[in-house]
């Protein structure tokens, strides 16, 4: 699947229960052909510019974990979300910049893009005032792409260690964002091992037109949104 070819045309409102259910049993092919346990990978659906009424219809059937890239949209959106689907797990899958931080921290049970020391320094001083632990994922820019987030694959071990042990962050595992146009699977192999070395156990790797290639190297979350809530509306 593509993340330019969603299940409805442009304009038809999607039939997120059926999308869902639809990329769900892709999932579970994908784990059954890679020969791991049925159920390893959890799906993020990711709301992104979706209105809330799209992401309460996959709550009304069923879902339960969501990412979204910006704090201030998240803010809008998923409070009263959350209030009424308490056990609702929300991921931060974009950048971002330390005067969010403790928005951020209030919000996300997850954040997957501690990329830099002094995020990870602002992230670990809010978590002391506040006693909030959401858990932590290292973002490898795996490509090494300069206008894309990350820390560099040569810097990262000694990124994670310094996450981990002069920060103290919950850190469980590393996403990344393979470059548009390369061979997903080289990355998501660099990112398994990086990953390996540290013994850190979640993979975030693949999205809507990539994930099932994310499960064949491991991935434990993928992110996907066209697929479920349709093409992303215009800003």
Excluded at 49 to 68: N, Q
Excluded at 77 to 82: E, H, I, N, Y
Excluded at 108 to 128: C, N, Y
Excluded at 202 to 207: D, E, I, K, T
């Amino acid at each position: 699947m593509s993340e330019t070819e969603p299940f409805v045309e442009i304009g038809q409102t999607p039939d997120i229960g059926a999308n869902l259910r639809t990329v769900e049993a892709e999932i579970a092919a994908a784990e059954r052909a890679a020969g791991r346990t049925p159920g390893t990978v959890t799906l993020v659906a990711v709301g992104k510019a979706h209105p809330s009424e799209r992401s309460r219809a996959a709550l009304e059937a069923g879902h339960r974990v969501f990412g979204e890239n910006r704090v201030q949209e998240a803010e809008g959106k998923w409070p009263a979300l959350k209030d009424a689907f308490p056990d609702t797990q929300l991921h931060l899958i974009g950048p971002l910049q330390t005067n969010k931080v403790r928005q951020a921290l209030a919000l996300f049970d997850v954040i997957e893009t501690v990329d830099r020391p002094k995020l990870a320094r602002a992230i670990a001083k809010e978590m002391d005032r506040t006693g909030r632990r959401p858990d932590c994922l290292v973002q490898v820019n795996t490509g090494n792409e300069a206008q894309k987030a990350g820390a560099a694959p040569e810097d990262a071990d000694a990124f994670i260690a310094q996450c981990r042990d002069e920060f103290a962050l919950p850190v469980r595992g590393l996403m990344c964002i393979p470059p548009a146009g390369d061979e997903p699977s080289l990355h998501f192999a660099l990112l398994r091992e990086i990953a390996k070395r540290h013994e850190l156990p979640w993979l975030s790797m693949g999205m809507s037109a990539d994930y099932e290639v994310g499960i064949a190297f491991g991935a434990t979350h993928v992110r996907v949104g066209t697929a479920i809530f349709g093409q992303r509306p215009a800003r």
